[in-house]
């Protein structure tokens, strides 16, 4: 072989090995992704969506929030409206989201981190999906890890660990503006309680300025309660949020209690209530409040325990306790009348 030859096929040689070493490098270079926006763009979309869905444990949205007209409503609870704040605070954790690293792209390590087919029954994480005039997009949301949480997005293999943590909640309930009415308690002239069974009671302010509630309806042979026993909680109507919302039917009128009670301003508030395992159920009716009205139309509303007991208060609670028949029967104790001195 000529030295010429030679030396080209060892110039080929030396090329070729130094090439397949550059492309082991890349093979294995480690990109830093660190600290880069995971949705780059969003930020400047997020007043441009329209709608917000959130998929865990089957095909179709567990929740969507959407735009009916100047508002946000929960579509899977008739359009009720939702807790705007709520929303805004998840976008903005979505548009805030940056890379921390990168994780598996192995679909068979997906389920470890929570990144799997959300659809599945029983999968950890859940599918979020934001609707732009752009277009759709989805990110999965799997399983928390420190101050971030495992990610990926839908038509990508590659998974992520990024922070900020994206909060899902994949209930319709946690999703609406649970507000409902704001009344202080200073402002109640009346409540009257009517239950299924026929029973029922009224409690009058004594005046416009008194604090101080007459009892109507106390049984014969039994006797109100002091005065400070009787008034109204002072967060009766303060400040009363719904926890869920249901269609009204969910009140059956025939086994509901009702209470009427009558504010200052001459309005009227009337809310029929049942217990049904475990939730306290009410619909309402305004005169005078048009904006409640239209919101509360075909609908039941969802109270804590607490703020129900409160409203349909039972009659025995507003009484003096009776006199058990033991106490009935012990004999008194009579002082002995003092001996005459002789």
Same mark, same amino acid.
């Given at each position: 072989?000529?030295?010429?030859?030679?030396?080209?096929?060892?110039?080929?040689?030396?090329?070729?090995?130094? &090439?397949?070493?550059?492309?082991?490098?890349?093979?294995?270079?480690?990109?830093?992704?660190? &600290?880069?926006?995971?949705?780059?763009?969003?930020?400047?979309?997020?007043?441009?969506?329209?709608?917000?869905?959130?998929?865990? %444990? %089957?095909?179709?949205?567990?929740?969507?929030? =959407? !735009?009916?007209?100047?508002?946000? $409503?929960?579509?899977?609870?008739?359009?009720?409206?939702?807790?705007? /704040?709520?929303?805004?605070?998840?976008?903005?954790?979505?548009?805030?989201?940056?890379?921390?690293?990168?994780?598996?792209?192995?679909?068979?390590?997906?389920?470890?981190?929570?990144?799997?087919?959300?659809?599945?029954?029983?999968?950890?994480?859940?599918?979020?999906?934001?609707?732009?005039?752009?277009?759709?997009?989805?990110?999965?949301? %799997?399983?928390?890890?420190?101050? %971030?949480?495992?990610?990926?997005?839908?038509?990508?293999?590659?998974?992520?660990?990024?922070? /900020?943590?994206?909060?899902?909640?994949?209930?319709?309930?946690?999703?609406?503006?649970?507000?409902?009415?704001?009344?202080?308690?200073?402002?109640?002239?009346?409540?009257?309680?009517?239950?299924?069974?026929? #029973?029922?009671?009224?409690?009058? !302010? @004594?005046?416009? *300025?008194?604090?101080?509630?007459?009892?109507?309806?106390?049984?014969?042979?039994?006797?109100?309660?002091?005065?400070?026993?009787?008034?109204?909680?002072?967060?009766?109507? $303060?400040?009363?949020?719904?926890?869920?919302?249901?269609?009204?039917?969910?009140?059956?009128?025939? *086994?509901?209690?009702?209470?009427?009670?009558?504010?200052?301003?001459?309005?009227?508030?009337?809310?029929?209530?049942?217990?049904?395992?475990?939730? =306290?159920?009410? #619909?309402? #009716?305004?005169?005078?409040?048009?904006?409640?009205?239209?919101?509360?139309?075909?609908? $039941?509303?969802?109270?804590? &325990?607490? !703020?129900?007991?409160?409203?349909?208060?039972?009659?025995?609670?507003?009484?003096?306790?009776?006199?058990?028949?033991?106490?009935?029967? $012990?004999?008194?104790?009579?002082? @002995?009348?003092? =001996?005459? =001195? /002789?």
């Amino acid at each position: 072989m000529s030295l010429r030859r030679l030396l080209l096929v060892m110039f080929a040689a030396l090329a070729a090995i130094a &090439g397949a070493y550059y492309l082991s490098a890349q093979r294995n270079l480690v990109r830093d992704l660190n &600290g880069t926006a995971l949705l780059p763009g969003l930020a400047a979309q997020l007043n441009s969506v329209s709608s917000v869905s959130i998929s865990k %444990g %089957g095909p179709a949205p567990a929740v969507t929030v =959407h !735009r009916v007209g100047d508002r946000w $409503a929960v579509e899977q609870l008739g359009d009720y409206p939702a807790d705007t /704040p709520k929303l805004r605070r998840l976008l903005l954790a979505l548009g805030d989201a940056k890379i921390v690293e990168e994780k598996t792209s192995n679909p068979a390590n997906y389920a470890a981190l929570g990144v799997d087919d959300p659809a599945k029954a029983g999968a950890a994480g859940a599918e979020i999906t934001w609707e732009t005039p752009g277009g759709r997009h989805s990110l999965i949301v %799997g399983k928390p890890a420190g101050q %971030g949480v495992f990610v990926r997005r839908a038509a990508e293999s590659q998974s992520f660990l990024v922070e /900020p943590a994206i909060p899902l909640d994949a209930q319709p309930r946690l999703w609406i503006d649970g507000r409902l009415l704001d009344v202080p308690v200073a402002t109640v002239r009346s409540i009257t309680v009517k239950f299924a069974d026929g #029973t029922g009671y009224t409690l009058q !302010r @004594s005046s416009p *300025k008194d604090e101080s509630f007459a009892l109507e309806g106390v049984p014969a042979g039994r006797k109100a309660r002091d005065t400070a026993a009787l008034a109204p909680s002072p967060t009766l109507l $303060a400040g009363l949020t719904a926890e869920d919302v249901g269609p009204a039917g969910t009140v059956d009128d025939a *086994k509901a209690a009702t209470a009427a009670i009558t504010t200052s301003d001459g309005a009227v508030l009337t809310l029929h209530g049942v217990v049904a395992q475990d939730k =306290h159920w009410v #619909t309402i #009716t305004a005169t005078g409040n048009d904006a409640l009205t239209a919101k509360a139309a075909g609908r $039941a509303f969802e109270l804590a &325990g607490n !703020r129900y007991e409160a409203i349909f208060r039972p009659l025995d609670e507003l009484l003096v306790p009776k006199e058990t028949p033991a106490a009935k029967s $012990a004999p008194r104790t009579q002082k @002995s009348a003092p =001996h005459p =001195h /002789p």
